[in-house]
């Protein structure tokens, strides 16, 4: 039975799902551990974080660790666990090769169309809604502390932040340096 509702749940997400893997990290959150209690918002917050490390996309790495610890949460070996993976992930990637194979030849007929334009223009702004949910999902207490459980802790990671965002906005470091940069300075001010 979990096999296919992560089947179904990550369909509908692959389906609905623009603005790429950061735009889809709302809804992957919102289905698993929200709406069916799959993962705790600590393990969320970990898979993200280790999405992020691995190769390949963010939401494709999400899906597929997220199918592994809902079948393994739900008491299945790591067999049967590795299937659930397999499942989501197909999941998700299904909708979009579905789509691509149906509409391509069609969307290079009429991607100059008047038509075409004002659709993508409209899906602008509900791609920058999607990436800004996936920003604040991330700023959890799992991953900023509060000033009141550890202070030190909160402080570091809001100025680790700030300074990222610097970095990366006026500065124009490379988000991959930023990235080492700042999980160096974090190991070292926090431990």
Request: glycine share 8%.
């Amino acid at each position: 039975m979990i096999y296919l509702q992560l089947f179904v749940t990550f369909f509908e997400i692959g389906l609905f799902g623009f603005g790429g893997g950061y735009g889809m990290l709302s809804l992957i959150q919102h289905e698993t551990v929200e709406n069916h209690h799959w993962l705790t918002s600590a393990e969320f917050t970990d898979i993200v974080a280790v999405s992020q490390m691995t190769p390949g996309p963010i939401g494709i790495n999400s899906a597929t660790y997220c199918g592994y610890a809902a079948v393994k949460n739900a008491g299945y070996s790591m067999p049967m666990a590795v299937l659930g993976s397999a499942t989501s992930t197909a999941a998700l990637i299904l909708p979009s090769l579905i789509l691509m194979i149906l509409i391509s030849s069609m969307f290079m007929k009429y991607m100059h169309t008047h038509m075409v334009k004002t659709v993508f223009k409209l899906l602008r702004p509900v791609v920058v809604g999607l990436l800004a949910a996936a920003t604040l999902l991330l700023c959890t207490a799992d991953n900023f502390s509060t000033p009141t459980d550890n202070t030190w802790q909160f402080v570091i990671s809001v100025m680790l932040f700030l300074a990222s965002f610097y970095g990366v906005l006026v500065v124009k470091i490379n988000p991959i340096h930023m990235i080492c940069y700042s999980a160096i300075a974090g190991l070292l001010l926090l431990y």
